[in-house]
């Protein structure tokens, strides 16, 4: 089963913040970040394994919340360079859910 | 440190026809990841291995697509025939990991990208 995130898409000024969510229906043990730019490959930001757990590139931080089965990624105070399609990628914890899934992926385009 | 090794870069094949596609992970990882990523679309997961025993496949359409990995360190994805609807990059990722759990980070390779006419 995919992640589900939200949302979409999303346009930002450069300065501002942005979060965006990623949840999913089945008992998590890990929840991973990427960004992919246009044409590329997707590049790894970070991996949460604990409840409770956050962490943070740069700018760029994110939460894991076990129980609720749900990660947020923070923008702050965004740069031109952030912009790209972000990828929540999930781990599962049931016997039958030990592969890397990715969810649909949110655009985020920072302006000048 | 190599990064993930794919090939070709780019194929363009006529429906009904089959196509072969070629990764080689980062040295020492035990885990090789095979997704499709169709236009605007998040990538999906088609198999996984864990050196060379398959951990998942079930969203790969087994009656045209098959992939191997000898001795667990490269792998082979075929498609056979090729469908329009197959048009995608396909990309390649490798993770350290080697126990049941996704603990690790996956490194992805360029892709292939395919078209099928």
């Known amino acids: 089963q995919q992640p589900v995130q939200s949302p979409q898409a999303v346009i930002l000024r450069e300065g501002e913040d942005a979060v965006i969510n990623c949840s999913s229906s089945?008992?998590?043990?890990?929840v991973h970040w990427y960004r992919q730019k246009h044409g590329e490959a997707p590049v790894f930001l970070m991996i949460?394994?604990?409840?409770?757990e956050q962490k943070g590139h740069e700018k760029i931080s994110a939460s894991f919340n076990e129980k609720k089965q749900q990660s947020s990624l923070y923008l702050t105070a965004s740069q031109l360079s952030y912009s790209g399609t972000y990828f929540c990628?999930?781990?599962?914890?049931?016997?039958?859910?030990?592969?890397?899934?990715f969810g649909a992926g949110t655009t985020v385009t920072v302006r000048a | 440190e190599a990064g993930v090794a794919q090939s070709p870069r780019y194929k363009i094949i006529e429906k009904r026809q089959s196509v072969a596609f070629w990764c080689n992970p980062i040295?020492?990882?035990?885990?090789l990841y095979w997704y499709q990523q169709i236009l605007g679309q998040g990538p999906k997961l088609l198999i996984q291995?864990?050196?060379?025993?398959?951990?998942?496949d079930s969203q790969l359409p087994k009656d045209r697509f098959s992939a191997e990995r000898l001795k667990g360190v490269d792998s082979t994805l075929k498609i056979q025939p090729a469908k329009l609807e197959d048009s995608a990059v396909y990309l390649c990722?490798?993770?350290?990991?080697?126990?049941?759990?996704?603990?690790?980070?996956?490194?992805f390779g360029q892709g292939t990208r395919l078209t099928v006419v």
């Open positions: 990722a490798s993770s350290l990991g080697q126990g049941a759990y996704m603990n690790t980070e996956a490194f």
């Open positions: 089945k008992a998590l043990y890990s």
């Open positions: 949460l394994l604990k409840g409770g």
């Open positions: 990628g999930t781990g599962g914890r049931g016997e039958d859910d030990y592969k890397l899934s």
């Open positions: 040295s020492g990882h035990a885990t």
């Open positions: 291995f864990q050196n060379n025993g398959v951990v998942d």
